[in-house]
């Protein structure tokens, strides 16, 4: 778990940022230019590197199972944006592009896209399918 590192774009000056996934909930900073990381905006993970980042964070977890060929999905993107921007840190908000990462897909049971799964303390905790609104997704990550 301790050499998974995760990808985190400071927004204040563009460095791209290696995290370990162990300290996802830190508070990390840009190496660049020492500000605080955003994340109030979704991550992309997949099957190498979800099990490490899920397991390290003890914020719930909100989870768009999508795919670049899906016009829902597209047109729910900004939404989900919104809702991460929201909630702020309080949730972790995660992509997962289900037709790079199939063993995610099929261990939740991914039977039609967009998917979005709650997880709480490694578990699933909700469950909603469908393109959704900013703030059904808000309600949904338990804010």
């Known amino acids: 778990m301790g050499d998974i590192r995760i990808h985190l774009v400071c927004t204040h000056c563009g460095a791209t940022n290696r995290v370990p996934a162990a300290r996802i909930d830190d508070e990390p900073v840009c190496g660049r ?3 605080a990381l955003d994340q109030a905006r979704p991550i992309e993970l997949g099957d190498a ?3 490490a980042v899920i397991g390290a964070t003890k914020r719930p977890v909100l989870v768009d199972f999508w795919a670049p060929w899906c016009g829902p999905c597209r047109m729910m993107a900004p ?4 809702a991460a921007r929201q909630l702020g ?3 972790l908000f995660v992509k997962v592009n289900s037709d790079d990462s199939p ?3 099929g261990r939740y049971a991914v039977r039609s896209i967009p998917t ?3 997880i709480e303390r490694g578990r699933e905790a909700a469950r909603k399918s469908g393109a959704l ?3 059904a997704i808000v309600a ?4």
């Not at 939404?79 to 919104?82: I, T």
């Not at 949904?140 to 804010?143: F, I, T």
């Open 79 to 82: 939404a989900f944006e919104q």
């Open 33 to 35: 230019c020492g500000k």
């Open 140 to 143: 949904l990550a338990g804010g």
């Open 133 to 135: 609104p900013a703030g």
């Open 103 to 105: 063993q995610l897909a």
């Open 116 to 118: 979005l799964v709650r």
């Open 49 to 51: 590197d979800f099990d």
């Open 89 to 91: 840190a309080r949730t």
